[in-house]
């Protein structure tokens, strides 16, 4: 099994920094990707950004120039640096990991961590 452990959320004023980390345990053999994905309340989640097991990367448009992901494979973490916060930032996040499993792939979520940011 796969477990992810994320932490770092909290409360932040707009325009502050916070930084998510999330760190995977277990089985974690043929990672195909990392990433998080965030959801406000009455929104679906939504992807906010993702780094392949190759180093590449992809992000929201609502998040680009302001957030950087990356990756430490020796600790088997994945971290969020999200500066230039704004209230609209606000939501549950949550790490992902995606592997293959056989013939197919498979998904792993961590319990999500709350991000508030105050106008």
């Known amino acids: 099994q796969v477990r992810l452990v994320e932490s770092g959320g909290g409360l932040v004023q707009a325009g502050g920094s916070l930084r998510l980390s999330c760190a995977a345990s277990g089985f974690i053999a043929n990672i195909n990707a990392m990433g998080w994905y965030r959801q406000a309340p009455g929104k679906q989640r939504e992807l906010v950004a993702v780094?392949?097991?190759?180093?590449?990367?992809n992000y929201a448009d609502s998040v680009k120039g302001r957030f950087t992901i990356s990756r430490d494979n020796a600790k088997n973490t994945v971290y969020l640096q999200m500066n230039s916060l704004k209230p609209e930032d606000t939501a549950v996040y949550y790490c992902?990991?995606?592997?293959?499993?056989?013939?197919?792939?498979?998904?792993?979520w961590g319990q999500g961590t709350q991000v508030t940011v105050s106008s």
């Open positions: 992902n990991l995606d592997k293959t499993v056989g013939l197919g792939r498979m998904a792993y």
């Open positions: 780094i392949t097991d190759g180093g590449s990367t």
